[in-house]
């Protein structure tokens, strides 16, 4: 129900109704003119304020900043370079570094699907804000050799080869697309049932042998992937 409001106050922006710089009414008089609840108009204007078409105020009405969404950064992946300029301006904020077992990234591995694995996680901001929530998974040969403190570059996989006097040959990349759940949306700090990419990277060593798994969940407003064709 919050994206059929989010969408009439977009309409209304859109088309003139509301102009730059007029505040919209209040988040009682949005309530009852949708007959939602007090939430549902909240997470509208939250997904609004998002895309950059109003700025919220604390106890006072939100105002029109825009008339055009804000679109997501276009990240081209087409070379470990675009992989590592994608980064440019981000901040990496690690988490944690512990074992866990994992079934999708153990059979990636050619290890048995109980196998505990390493796993690393962080969150990538960039802008100001956040940007995606990432999961790295190594098998336990490998990540048996590293600590949190081992981590110090934005770009991980840098810090793997520099840790293990190894080289990438790169990666194979899958692309879904979730939803995010409450603890993703307060990670990401966006609202529950935000649209989310997700890209599964498994980073090979030149003699083929798979090295890491990256999972990132990236904000679908603020995060798109473009690939070339030779």
């Known amino acids: ?15 003139g109704g509301v102009a730059i710089g007029d505040a919209l009414p209040t988040e009682g008089a949005l309530a009852e003119g949708f007959a939602v609840s007090l939430i549902t108009v909240r997470h509208a204007l939250r997904e609004l304020e998002q895309e950059g078409l109003i700025r919220k105020r604390a106890a006072k009405a939100a105002v029109v900043t825009s008339n055009l969404p804000r679109r997501p950064a276009v990240r081209m992946l087409n070379s470990i370079a675009d992989v590592i300029a994608a980064t440019a301006g981000a901040a990496l904020h690690l988490t944690g570094y512990t074992r866990r077992r994992n079934e999708e990234a153990a059979i990636l591995f050619g290890l048995p699907a109980e196998t505990e694995l390493y796993r690393l996680r962080g969150r990538l901001s960039a802008d100001g804000g956040p940007l995606s929530e990432i999961t790295i998974f190594f098998p336990p040969a490998i990540g048996a050799r590293f600590t949190l403190g081992d981590f110090d570059d934005v770009v991980v996989f840098r810090s793997v080869e520099r840790r293990l006097g190894i080289k990438l040959a790169g990666a194979t990349i899958t692309v879904t697309a979730e939803q995010a759940d409450s603890a993703l949306a307060r990670t990401l700090d966006c609202v529950e049932g935000a649209p989310v990419l997700v890209s599964r990277m498994l980073w090979r060593a030149e003699d083929g042998a798979p090295v890491e798994l990256t999972i990132a969940r990236h904000r679908g407003d603020r995060y798109s992937l473009s690939y070339a064709f030779p």
């Open 1 to 15: 129900m919050y994206h059929q409001a989010a969408a009439q106050i977009r309409a209304a922006i859109q088309d």
